[in-house]
Every structure is written in C-alpha cells, then in structure tokens.
C-alpha cells in the first residue's frame, strides 16, 4: 500500500510562485516513479511533471522553464517548483506515483487547489 500527502497549495496573484510537496508513505520511494498532474474546471486531467526513479525529468510544454519537479530521497517527498505562475495554471494539482514496472498511476493524492488571479 502507497499513501500520498500533498500540501503547499493556496491563491496568489500571477506571477507570484509557489511550492507543492507531497510525502510518500509505505513502500519503496526509490522504486516509484512521481509525478504532477493538474486538472482545471471543465478540462481533462493534465500531466504535468514527472520524474523518474534515478531524477529524470519530463515536463508539460505549458509550464517548461516555469515549473521543476525534485525528489528528495532521504525525505521521501516530491516537490513542484511554480514560479511565474499564470491564471491558466489555475487547477486542482495531485500528486501521483507509479511503480517503475507499471504503466498507470495507480495512486494518487487527495489534490490541492492552486488559484492564481490576475
């Protein structure tokens, strides 16, 4: 069993910048690929960020060169870096892992609202 705890998200004003963390308990870390997902009303869930078992990344191309995805081993967490947030960032972001040898995300944390005004 994988438990996900997302926290860090809230309303700013554009081009303000936050940080997500999400804390991964109960198997693992280092064999679990994470990663960001976001959904906005009324839109399709969006990957967002990933970031492989060794600290690959791979990024959506709306928020490269905006957004970085880490991972901290010692603490078991994954962070996302948004800096120059815009109003279409606005959306639910979750966090998701996935063991290296499976292809779904098939765990998820409970989501954080991130709002960004304009």
């Known amino acids: 069993q994988v438990d996900l705890a997302e926290s860090g998200g809230g309303l700013v004003q554009a081009g303000a910048f936050l940080r997500l963390s999400c804390v991964f308990y109960?198997?693992?870390?280092?064999?679990?690929?994470m990663a960001w997902f976001r959904q906005a009303p009324g839109k399709q869930r969006e990957l967002v960020a990933e970031i492989s078992t060794t600290g690959g990344e791979t990024y959506a191309d709306s928020v490269k060169g905006r957004f970085t995805i880490t991972r901290d081993y010692a603490k078991n967490t994954v962070y996302l870096q948004m800096n120059s947030l815009k109003p279409e960032d606005t959306a639910v972001y979750y966090c998701?892992?996935?063991?290296?040898?499976?292809?779904?995300?098939?765990?998820w944390g409970q989501g954080t609202q991130v709002t960004v005004s304009s």
């Open positions: 998701a892992t996935r063991h290296c040898n499976t292809f779904q995300y098939n765990f």
């Open positions: 109960g198997a693992t870390f280092g064999t679990y690929i």
